[in-house]
Structures are given as C-alpha cells and as structure tokens.
T-cell receptor, first 108, second 111 residues
Framework: KNEVEQSPQNLTAQEGEFITINCSYS?????LHWLQQHPGGGIVSLFM???GKKKHGRLIATINIQEKHSSLHITASHPRDSAVYIC??????????FGTGTRLKVLA | NAGVTQTPKFRVLKTGQSMTLLCAQD?????MYWYRQDPGMGLRLIHY???????AKGEVPDGYNVSRLKKQNFLLGLESAAPSQTSVYFC??????????FGQGTRLTVV
C-alpha cells in the first residue's frame, strides 16, 4: 500500500462544476503539498499546508491532521484547470513522498 | 530569479552511452532531489542530498550516480544508459521545512 493515496485517479468534469480531489496518507508529516502538472509540462506548486485551510483564487485546500487527509477543491472549474494534480507529503527531515496523481479533464 | 534549472531539457541516447543531467538552484536550499516520472507510477526518488558533499540513495538508485560538490548544483549521471531509463527526470530543491521547488524536467529517451 502506498504511503500517499489519491482519489480519484481520473476525473472528467463539465466546465463550471465544483471539483474535489482527495489525498490520504499513512505517515507522520510536517506538511502537505499540492502540485499541478500540465501535460508535457513542469510541476508547479499550488499550496503547502500543515493545518487548516488555504485559498488561492478558485482553489481551496484543506487538511485534517487527525484523520490524515487533505482535499483540494476547484470551484467554477475551467478547461484550463485540466492537468494532473499531485499530493506530496514532507515526512521526517528530508523525506518527500508523492501520490500517483489525479488526472483532471474539464470539458467546455 | 531562475529558481531550479535543469539541463538539458531533451536528450536521446543510444544504449550504453553515458550522460550527466545538471540541476542548479539559486535559492540556497539545503535539500536537493532527483526523481523520475513514468506513466502511471508517479514520481520516484532516485537519489537525494541533504547538503553540500552529501548524497544518499532513494527508491530506485540502480544505474544512476550523483554528486553535489557545490551547494547549488546536483548532478545525476547515467554511466551506461539502458532503455529502462527512458523517462522524464525532475530535480527539486527545498529548504529544511518548507515546500519543494521543481525544475522543468528532462525528457530522456534511450534507444
């Protein structure tokens, strides 16, 4: 079993829909990181969380440390949000563990 | 403000050839990492470094070597490339307790 699990693996939505991507982890962490990767592109940082909630534009990320779970929400989704969303956790001093990603496609 | 820069961005190698990928960061970060990304497998750690002059093995180190002679540079070497090393390689760096910053990736094909 992976130490960081994401769900769903693939997601197709219509433009304007509210989207939720989930991340669960089984290790102790100092922080959790949401990343975005467009097809053929680099990896961009969206959020770093150690508690609570963060919001940036249409993106909201939450984390529940007790339940070892984080969610990434996208409100009013748009085709340009189509990308792979990756959850990563910082565990211990140097360790950085990635989920396998959620491939999101938003249709116009 | 370059951040994390990887060179080259693309490379095609013949089986048995060698090459070095360079990762350079200008943020004075302590930790640096090399990952490979393969379809359906997510990012897997090849080697990492927690400071200048130190390196350590990650999950999939076989066939790769690394060096970190200067704090800002982390080199990944393939001594004798194999088709199984066809992948996209990402370098990342981060300070001790905050988020990682990623390079743009190197797409390597071994034929």
């Amino acid at each position: 079993k992976n130490e960081v699990e994401q769900s769903p693996q693939n997601l197709t939505a219509q433009e304007g829909e509210f989207i939720t991507i989930n991340c669960s982890y089984s290790v102790g962490i100092s922080a959790l990181h949401w990343l975005q990767q467009h097809p053929g592109g680099g990896i961009v940082s969206l959020f770093m969380l150690s508690s609570g909630k963060k919001k940036h534009g249409r993106l909201i990320a939450t984390i529940n440390i007790q339940e070892k779970h984080s969610s990434l929400h996208i409100t009013a989704s748009h085709p340009r949000d189509s990308a792979v969303y990756i959850c990563a956790v910082a565990s211990g001093t140097y360790k950085y563990i990635f989920g396998t990603g959620t491939r999101l496609k938003v249709l116009a | 403000n370059a951040g994390v820069t990887q060179t080259p961005k693309f490379r095609v190698l013949k089986t048995g050839q060698s090459m070095t990928l360079l990762c350079a960061q200008d943020m004075n970060h302590e930790y640096m990492y090399w990952y490979r990304q393969d379809p359906g497998m997510g990012l897997r750690l090849i080697h990492y470094s927690v400071g200048e002059g130190t390196t350590a093995k990650g999950e999939v180190p076989d066939g790769y070597n690394v060096s970190r002679l200067k704090k800002q540079n982390f080199l990944l070497g393939l001594e004798s490339a194999a088709p199984s090393q066809t992948s996209v390689y990402f370098c990342a760096s981060r300070p001790r307790y905050t988020e990682a910053f990623f390079g743009q990736g190197t797409r390597l094909t071994v034929v």
